[in-house]
């Protein structure tokens, strides 16, 4: 889901700026078959559409993902200019032994995935949009 939403996103014009989007358990009315739930535009990071703190505190969602338009992207490789990027969250609960994990791609803006990594155990102020992520959550 990440990498087709971050090839996507490296498309130009198709997304104005890093945007949170929040996955729901829930089905849309009509749902196709195989459907599971919703990935919907939660808001962005900064800006008139921020999230406001506790903005997940009624309805703790499953998984959270950013993604980065190129505008706000710093790419891997020198050679990828132009490459849109984004992180998904499925945040854990460690106390019962259930670890955070996260995954993280890029892609140019031809849809080329140049990097693709996923963890498990991620220590969520270890990286800037897994911590991002984590405040988003917790406040």
């Known amino acids: 889901m990440l990498m087709v939403a971050v090839r996507v996103a490296s498309m130009p014009g198709l997304l104005s700026t890093t945007t949170i989007f929040g996955v729901r358990e829930e089905l849309p009315e009509q749902p196709a078959p195989g459907t599971v ?5 939660e808001g962005t990071v ?9 903005f997940f505190a009624d309805h703790q969602p499953p998984a959270l993902m950013m993604l980065h338009p190129p ?22 609960l460690p106390h019962l032994g259930l670890e955070h994990r996260a995954a993280w791609v890029e892609a140019e803006s031809d849809g080329t995935v140049t ?23 917790a406040a």
């Open 115 to 137: 990097s693709m990594v996923s963890r498990v155990g991620v220590d969520p102020i270890s990286h800037p949009d897994t911590a991002i992520l984590a405040m988003l959550l």
């Open 37 to 41: 739930g919703l990935v919907l535009a």
């Open 46 to 54: 900064v800006g008139e559409s921020a999230i406001p703190p506790g």
């Open 71 to 92: 505008s706000e992207t710093t790419p891997s490789l020198p050679e990828c200019t132009g490459a849109a990027s984004g992180c998904v969250l499925l945040p854990g």
